[in-house]
Structure formats: structure tokens, C-alpha cells
């Protein structure tokens, strides 16, 4: 079933024949995007067949995405009223989307700051920043003191204007020294490392976390949600709460799987159907697997571009493949081998130098029987002036005397 307009060129050669009266009780399927249904409340809840597939990106890493294909049929029970907030584990690398119906309970984490910068960025109004100092950090002249590691600093605002806008802090004193300390005005350049002296304990369901602190925040679920079978985040040891979201869902099951439901976003995972007559199951499903999705890597750095005001840091690059001449692990053998220098221009190619001539053999005196001398004793020194040769033939004397008559000597 196509979704497109067909244009018949007015040159082709067909019959047409006129049925629209013979053909009043026919209904002819109409082809529906999931993100047009959106828009049709009235008409929900309602069996749908799918004729495509998404076609995108994947986007959860559930395992009910890959049975949305061509030929299974859905039931739709209509739209989903839970917002999501988006979430990442620092310590995986991995990313999920919570619903607001999630029941697991959260524990403030301590926030961490490096440098000043980061300490103006994390105050609010109404609301002192308690910090301790967690490394030393030099001081700049008699101006700015240095910081020593377990100074109790209360971050209190800013003072001045443009490049000398300095942040006010109270250092406290010793434990001894309760309530003395002294006032300090940190330049916004200075470095060092911070962390937030957190003395809240309480437990926080998702939607009151969010009443009570701004995002993004680093927490810890403390109590998994009981609904689920397996809690993802249960076993995390720290989440990072990024931004909440409202993007529409649709609530839908499998025909053969009735109660078993799921809340899938049609502009995310948009895919071609075809509405049925058939009956629907008046009680909407559980949608306990849709409380806490999991993204893929793609899909969170797509997403997480998208959102308002907050830069995507780029992914993490894909390791290098190994090259030609490697060992495991990407290493090159110890063994150095020369670089293969390139083919020199004609210009840049120095002409080979002449060889000298070979020496000419001296002709000597052949001995009086044609043999070789014999062999001198052992005692007598090598250093003396008598050499033997051997009987040169007479073409080769005939030779030496024509190359003595060229090159005269």
C-alpha cells in the first residue's frame, strides 16, 4: 500500500471503467504514519497492522523494538500522560530514559566542582554552597591565600565587575575555632578541586527529587523500583540526572501479548500503519517495562544535541584499526625498520659515479718447467721481496701487451 499520489501520464493507453457506484461498501485501507495517529484521539483505542517498519536510527535497547516489522499487529490504547527525565551512569557509559511513574527512591550524591568557575555555576539564590577542599591549591600573591586540603569554605556570591569579579567565601575555622574563620575573594580563574559537605539523608521519589533540585544533579538509588523484575539502576553507584523531557508517547500492546504493554514516542520510532475494526481489550495494559529504557550510544548523543542550551559532547572515538606492520595490541615491533624513501625526480637523481679501471696484472717470468715454485719453509719471513706467480698462458700476454700499448704506463 503506497502512501504517495500516483500520477497516470495522460498518454498512457488504459481502459478506466467507473465502479464508485458498484463499490459504496468497499473500504479501502488508508496508510497512517504512528506520529499521524497522534493527532487522532478520537479514534483511539484501535487494533493497527504494520505495513513498514522504523526506518531510523535504533533508539532502545528493549526487546520489544525489533517485533515492530511488517505484519504484526498492535493495539492502541492511547496517549501516555508520564514525562521522562534523561539520565547517564558515569561509571558504564550507559544512558536511559525514566519515566515519571518510575517507583524506585533517590539519595542526593554530593556535587563536585573543579575549580571556581564551576563553584559560581553551582550557586543558587536563597541557598549557601558549603564546600571542603579537596587539593591543595597555591595561592596567587598576598592577595589569595592558598588552600590546603579539608578547608571548609561557604561559597556566599560575587563581587566587582568584569575582569576583577572575584567570589566572597568564608574559611572556617578548626573545630576548636567553631564560628571564626576569615573572608577570602577567590579569583574566578583559580583552579583546585571541591566537593559539597551534603548532610541530607532523606529518600526522594523522582518527581519530588526534581521539586527539590534543579538539573542536571548526581544521585543514588537507594531502593529499586519494586514493579520491576530487574532494576538497571539499582546497581549503579552514581546517576546523573541530565534533563526532564515531554515528548509525547503512545501506549501500545501486541495483539498475542494483551497486558503486557509499552509506551513507544511515534517521533522517535515512527513507522507506517494501517487502522483495523478489530476489538480492543477495554482494561489498558501494565507498562512497567517502559519505566526505565535504556538508549543507545547513538541515540543519547543525538538526543542530548537537540536539547536547549546544552552543548553534546562528542562521542567517544571508535580505537584506531591496526595498521600494516603491527603487533597485537596496536604496537609496532620492537625491531626498527628504515623507512622506504619514494622514487627522486629526474632532476634530484645524481649520475652514477665512473668505476675506476681494474689494475692490470704485472706479467712475470714463467718458471723453467711450467709449474709453480714450491712452497717456501715456515722460517723464512713473509716480508721478503721474492713472489711467486704463475705461468701466464700466451694469449693473455698478448693481451696485456696491446692494453699497455693503449695505457701506457
Not at 16 to 33: G, K, Y
Not at 241 to 251: K, N, S
Not at 303 to 319: D, M, T, V, W, Y
Amino acid at each position: 500500500v503506497r502512501r504517495d499520489m500516483v500520477k497516470i501520464p495522460s498518454t498512457l493507453e488504459v481502459d478506466v471503467e467507473d465502479v464508485t457506484e458498484a463499490a459504496q461498501h468497499i473500504r479501502f485501507a488508508r496508510p497512517l504514519l504512528l506520529s499521524e495517529v497522534l493527532g487522532m484521539e478520537a479514534a483511539l483505542p484501535a487494533q493497527a497492522e504494520i505495513l513498514e517498519g522504523p526506518s531510523g536510527p535504533a533508539v532502545f535497547e528493549s526487546a520489544w523494538v525489533p517485533r515492530l516489522r511488517r505484519g504484526q499487529r498492535l493495539q492502541l490504547h492511547g496517549h501516555s500522560h508520564a514525562w521522562r527525565v534523561l539520565a547517564s551512569a558515569p561509571s558504564s557509559g550507559r544512558h536511559f530514559l525514566l519515566s515519571s511513574t518510575y517507583q524506585g527512591r533517590f539519595r542526593q550524591r554530593p556535587r563536585q566542582f573543579k575549580g571556581v568557575q564551576e563553584l559560581v555555576a553551582g550557586l543558587r539564590p536563597g541557598r549557601p554552597l558549603r564546600v571542603v577542599v579537596t587539593q591543595d591549591c597555591e595561592g596567587q600573591g598576598e592577595d589569595v591565600p592558598p588552600l590546603c586540603m579539608g578547608d571548609r569554605l561557604e561559597a556566599r556570591g560575587l563581587q566587582g565587575n568584569g575582569p576583577g569579579t572575584r567570589l566572597l567565601c568564608h574559611r572556617h575555622g578548626g573545630e576548636e575555632e567553631e564560628g571564626e574563620g576569615e573572608e577570602l575573594l577567590l579569583p574566578l580563574d583559580l583552579g583546585g578541586g571541591f566537593v559539597e559537605e551534603a548532610c541530607d539523608s532523606k529518600k526522594y521519589g523522582l518527581a519530588e527529587l526534581l521539586e527539590q533540585q534543579p538539573l542536571p544533579c548526581e544521585v543514588r538509588v537507594v531502593a529499586p523500583d519494586p514493579g520491576l523484575e530487574r532494576d538497571a539502576l539499582g546497581a549503579l553507584p552514581a546517576l546523573r540526572l541530565e534533563a526532564r523531557l515531554d515528548q509525547p508517547f503512545l501506549v501500545g500492546s501486541f495483539c498475542e501479548e494483551p497486558e503486557e504493554g509499552f509506551e513507544i514516542p511515534p517521533r522517535w520510532l515512527d513507522l507506517s500503519l494501517q487502522l483495523s475494526e478489530g476489538p480492543v481489550h477495554p482494561p489498558a495494559p501494565c507498562t512497567r517495562r517502559s519505566r526505565v529504557e535504556e538508549l543507545t550510544e547513538a541515540f543519547y548523543y543525538q538526543l542530548l544535541a537537540q536539547l536547549p542550551g546544552s552543548p553534546a559532547p562528542p562521542p567517544p572515538r571508535p580505537p584506531k584499526p591496526a595498521q600494516a606492520g603491527t603487533g597485537p595490541g596496536g604496537r609496532r615491533p620492537s625491531a626498527h625498520r628504515p623507512p622506504v624513501p619514494g622514487p627522486l625526480p629526474m632532476s634530484a637523481c645524481p649520475a652514477p659515479p665512473l668505476l675506476p679501471l681494474p689494475a692490470l696484472p704485472q706479467p712475470s717470468t714463467p718458471s723453467q718447467d711450467g709449474r709453480r715454485r714450491p712452497p717456501r719453509d715456515a722460517g723464512i719471513d713473509s716480508n721478503s721481496t721474492e713472489h711467486d706467480y704463475e705461468t701466464v698462458d700466451d694469449n693473455v700476454q698478448k693481451t696485456i701487451r696491446k692494453m699497455q700499448a693503449i695505457f701506457p704506463f
